[in-house]
Structure formats: C-alpha cells, structure tokens
C-alpha cells in the first residue's frame, strides 16, 4: 500500500492551490465544502473563482512564499514546469502537494469520493488509473441510497448516549452491528425517522442482556478469495472469533474483522496438528463466552470437512449455529484447470471420494468407481497415487485413461500435470506433487489441454519425462 488512506480536517486551515482553471475551480469547490481557506494563485482565473468572496486570489505568477502557512497544497495547471516547481517547493517545506493527473510528482492523491454525509466513502488507485476509481464511485453511488446518510446522522446524535451506555468497545461494537442490520435501518430506509429514533432508544435500553454465543460455519473455498460467497464475507466481518483450517488461503484470513481472534486448527500430515475433540471444546468454549465464531474451513465443509461432526456437537450442547457453504475442491481444480467434470460425450456423472489414507482406500468401492464415462475427483490422495492406480486398473478401468492432478488449485501458484492412470504416481513423484492436490480421473481430464485458462498451461508427464 504505497498510499496510507486518511481523512483530513481542513476547518478554516489554509491549502493552496495554483492554476486558474476548469481544473483548479472543481478542486476549489472541494476543498470549501471541506471548510478550507484557499489561497488561489494563477495570472488568469475562471470568473467563478474571481468572483467568490471566500478565495483569497493572487493574480500572480507562483512563487513558493505563496506556501506560508499553508497545510496542503494542489497543483492544478496544465503547465509541467509549474506543477513541478510546486511538488518540490512542497518538498522543501514538508507540505504535501497533489499534482492533479501527475502521480509521480504527488504526495498525496485526492479520491474519488461517495458523499453521503456524515458518510464519506473515498476511492482510489494510487494514481495509476483514476477512471477505474471513478468506476468504482459510480458503482458505490447506485448501491448507496440518501438513507445511509441519514443513518449515519442519527448514530452521530446518538453517539455520546450509546458510549456512555455501553463503554465496553466490543459491546458497543456488537450493537452497532445488531443496529445497523435491524429495524432502525429498515425505518430510517421507510424515511420514518421518529420510528428510528423510538427503535434506538428501544434497543440501548436492552443493550446489556446476556449476549448468547453462536457458531458459524463457513467454507472458505479451495484458495481464491474471490471465489467467496457474499454470506462467508459477512460472517467473516462480523466474527470475534475465526477458527480456521491450516489450508485457509492468507487472502481471505485478511477479509476478516481486524480485530478478531485467529486460531490455527488445521491438520498437517506428519505435523502438527489439533485432535478433532480439542476443536469441538474450543468451539464450545468461545460459543460459552458469548462471541460470534466462524469455524473456516477450506472447500466446503459438508464435503470431507468433518462440518457435520462439528454440528452434532453444538446441537448436543445447544449452541445455537449457521452454515455458509464454500466452492468445494473438485469444483473449483476442475474449473480453473479447463475440466469440465461432467460432459455428455465424456462423463455423465462424478464422484466425490476421499482417499486420505489406506484404511478409508480400503473400504471404497472400487468395481463402482472403476466404471467408465464418470469422473472420480480424489481428495487427499496425494499419497496414494499408487494405491488409486492398481485398484482402478485391478477393477476394469483402462490404463490409457487421462488423469490430471491439480496442486494449489485456484491459487497463483496451481499446477496442472496430466498422465494416463498407468503414469499416475510416476507423474506425482516426479512433478513433487504436494498437497494441497486434487486427482482428477476420467476423459474429460483430456480437455484441460485446450480449455485451460487460469495460470501456466497444464504439463503432460510423457513431456516431463523426455525433458529430463
């Protein structure tokens, strides 16, 4: 983050601003409606601000004294040796200067801006492309109605009320949050503002009730961010507390509430990991202290991920909880590795199957899983390449059948290989193959070659192996 984001308060304290412009008067009317006493210094000025009684203008060349006393400064001509001679005049006397469209001579850049006041939503790109932010404005000015504002003035005059009501910062936190998703949005929104006044009032009177403790469970997805559902994201913000598996991507941890508790509860083979009875009492623990908590896991949780152990625990114990689903791993590897799981010419069904260890291999139906025109996706199998191609190719399916084993599937740094069932666990062992990985078995594995899209292009194992 090259720019660190800040709201100034520029209450009758002077900015400069040089040029006389179309470009200097909208930055003008910026800066007044911000309170601001401008000093504007241009030879020639729009009539707009040669005739407002609230600009000090200097009809003059620029001239760095025109800094004295000035806590911000904007350089607004179309002049390059102007706007210069400003920024290191800034430089000079350690006022930060925006030259207007010139990111390389500012030190400070001036947002796109959501006004909704006391609501102010600031956008921006670092300068780099200042259309994309006003993009962003416009989106954010559609979905943002007059009631935010309105909303936001009335929590102002009730500030000082629900500070000394609840001065615990958590507690008040809490209430915001229940506030601002109940009936006094709804009535500010219906333009009832004694309703939401009456509804406030209501609320902080009940404040201080015991609050119960609730979980939720959210898939995180296999990597991605952006594969997140809108319900995970709220959870997530709204979380004192995350409980997350150890393959949770760091990208979408830094989607949560900064100041939630993180707790690290994944399993590592051959490492260290957290018995599945020490999660559920660490659930339950903090559930009995009254705080929101997420258990994230990777994928989805009903899939492989141990959520519906988690939730016959709570239940037992009457902890009150919600799901979130997530993208699961087959879903997303097949998708950002150009495999359509299912294809009418290809495959008419898939089959999720967990090959964690040899015990659980052991108990599959293999004649089942070795039938033709289906897709098997084989999580946590890794380990088993072996094991995963003697079954199959014992129980019917043809060596010749493709296969793809996609690592860090999602993620910037996913690889695709792509064998025969009869090269599988050469493939894996010669790519290093780690988990987290996916085995994809079936025809449709053969399509990843021309429909991939995301990352490097998938490597077939015969290249790899002539390579070496």
């Known amino acids: 983050m090259r720019y660190f984001p800040l709201f100034a308060d520029l209450r009758d304290r002077?900015?400069?601003?040089?040029?006389?412009?179309?470009?200097?008067e909208r930055k003008v009317r910026l800066l007044l409606e911000a309170g601001a006493r401008v000093r504007l210094v241009a030879p020639e000025v729009t009539p707009w601000l040669r005739e407002n009684p609230a600009i000090a203008v200097h009809r003059e060349p620029f001239d760095p004294r025109h800094f004295e006393g000035a806590v911000l400064a904007v350089a607004a001509t179309d002049d390059r040796a102007v706007n210069a001679a400003v920024a290191a005049a800034g430089r000079e006397r350690n006022v930060l200067v925006n030259v207007v469209d010139v990111a390389e001579l500012s030190s400070f850049i001036v947002p796109a801006i959501v006004d909704r006041s006391p609501l102010v939503i600031a956008i921006s790109t670092g300068g780099v492309a200042p259309v994309l932010a006003r993009l962003v404005r416009e989106r954010l000015e559609s979905l943002l109605d007059g009631s935010f504002g309105q909303l936001a003035g009335l929590l102002q005059r009730w500030r000082a009320r629900i500070k000394g009501r609840l001065p615990d910062v958590s507690a008040r936190?809490?209430?915001?949050?229940?506030?601002?998703?109940?009936?006094?949005?709804?009535?500010?929104?219906?333009?009832?503002?004694?309703?939401?006044?009456?509804?406030?009032?209501?609320?902080?009177?009940?404040?201080d009730a015991p609050r119960r403790g609730s979980v939720v469970l959210v898939g995180a997805g296999p990597g991605d961010a952006g594969l997140l559902t809108l319900n995970a994201l709220r959870a997530l913000q709204e979380a004192d507390v995350i409980l997350h598996d150890r393959l949770v991507a760091d990208e979408v941890l830094s989607l949560a509430r900064r100041d939630a508790d993180r707790i690290c509860v994944g399993k590592m083979a051959g490492g260290h990991s957290v018995a599945q009875g020490r999660i559920n009492e660490?659930?339950?623990?903090?559930?009995?202290?009254?705080?929101?908590?997420?258990?994230?896991?990777?994928?989805?949780?009903?899939?492989?991920?141990?959520?519906?152990?988690?939730?016959?625990?709570?239940?037992?114990?009457?902890i009150p909880f919600e799901v979130v689903p997530g993208i699961t791993a087959a879903i997303a590897c097949g998708a950002y590795a150009g495999i359509p799981l299912t294809h009418r010419e290809h495959a008419q069904s898939v089959r999720f199957v967990t090959a964690h260890s040899l015990d659980s291999m052991g108990g599959l139906d293999w004649a089942t899983l070795a039938k033709e025109r289906q897709t098997l996706a084989l999580y946590m199998g890794v380990a088993g390449l072996g094991t995963i191609r003697d079954q199959l190719v014992q129980h019917g399916r043809a060596p010749s059948t493709p296969v793809a084993i996609v690592e860090n599937g999602s993620r910037s740094n996913q690889r695709v290989v792509l064998a025969t069932l009869?090269?599988?666990?050469?493939?894996?062992?010669?790519?290093?193959v780690q988990s987290p990985a996916l085995v994809i078995v079936g025809e449709v594995t053969a399509l990843a070659e021309k429909l991939h899209w995301f990352g490097s292009a998938p490597a077939y194992w015969r290249a790899l192996r002539a390579a070496a």
């Open 282 to 318: 660490l659930l339950l623990e903090q559930a009995r202290c009254g705080r929101r908590v997420v258990r994230l896991k990777g994928g989805d949780p009903f899939i492989f991920g141990r959520g519906g152990e988690e939730l016959e625990f709570l239940e037992q114990h009457g």
């Open 14 to 24: 002077c900015v400069l601003v040089v040029g006389g412009g179309a470009v200097a």
């Open 422 to 432: 009869a090269e599988l666990e050469d493939a894996g062992r010669a790519a290093a």
């Open 173 to 207: 936190r809490r209430f915001y949050e229940a506030v601002l998703r109940g009936q006094v949005s709804a009535l500010v929104r219906t333009n009832d503002l004694p309703g939401a006044e009456r509804e406030l009032a209501r609320a902080l009177q009940y404040a």
